[in-house]
């Protein structure tokens, strides 16, 4: 497997402007970075590894999957701190989401739930491999 080699925190200012309306204290340059870990990560893992790494698109979608990891991290400290989320927090949260599925569709060689997750559903039906350790009649 071919890793997608990034800059992540040169990537940190992008996703800033992603979540421009959280303020800072509740998205600090280490939680976005963090994000854009978790975002690499998966992207790499889930990523169809012909598509050439220089590609702009799969920077892309590591910076919108770290906007909507980013977000959701904002919504459980808000959550915490204030006691209650934002108003507009579960519609943000939701179109983030979208926004990320759209780009990882494009690039996934493994179907992904809308929750953005690996669909394990699919692999139901897929034959598996049985075996089993019995005693050997050679000697040692």
Same mark, same amino acid.
Not at 80 to 108: C, D, M
């Given at each position: 497997?071919?890793?997608?080699?990034?800059?992540?925190?040169?990537?940190?200012?992008?996703?800033?402007?992603?979540?421009?309306?959280?303020?800072?204290?509740?998205?600090?340059?280490?939680? /976005?970075?963090?994000?854009?870990? &978790? *975002?690499?990560? @998966?992207?790499?893992?889930?990523?169809?590894?012909?598509?050439? $790494? =220089?590609?702009?698109?799969?920077?892309?979608?590591?910076?919108?999957?770290?906007?909507?990891?980013?977000?959701?991290?904002?919504?459980?400290?808000?959550?915490?701190?204030?006691?209650?989320?934002?108003?507009?927090?579960?519609?943000? /949260?939701?179109?983030?989401?979208? &926004? *990320?599925?759209? @780009?990882?569709?494009?690039?996934?060689?493994?179907?992904?739930? $809308? =929750?953005?997750?690996?669909?394990?559903?699919?692999?139901?039906?897929?034959?598996?491999?049985?075996?089993?350790?019995?005693?050997?009649?050679?000697?040692?």
């Amino acid at each position: 497997m071919v890793i997608l080699a990034l800059d992540l925190p040169s990537l940190i200012f992008d996703v800033r402007a992603g979540i421009s309306d959280i303020p800072g204290e509740y998205a600090t340059d280490n939680q /976005v970075h963090r994000a854009l870990k &978790l *975002a690499n990560a @998966f992207v790499n893992k889930v990523r169809d590894q012909t598509i050439d $790494e =220089d590609d702009d698109f799969l920077k892309n979608c590591v910076i919108v999957l770290a906007i909507y990891y980013a977000y959701l991290g904002y919504t459980s400290l808000a959550e915490r701190q204030l006691g209650t989320l934002p108003p507009t927090a579960a519609v943000r /949260v939701k179109a983030l989401r979208e &926004l *990320a599925a759209s @780009f990882l569709q494009l690039i996934s060689v493994v179907p992904l739930t $809308e =929750d953005l997750l690996i669909d394990s559903s699919s692999y139901r039906d897929t034959p598996g491999i049985a075996f089993g350790i019995t005693n050997s009649v050679l000697t040692e």
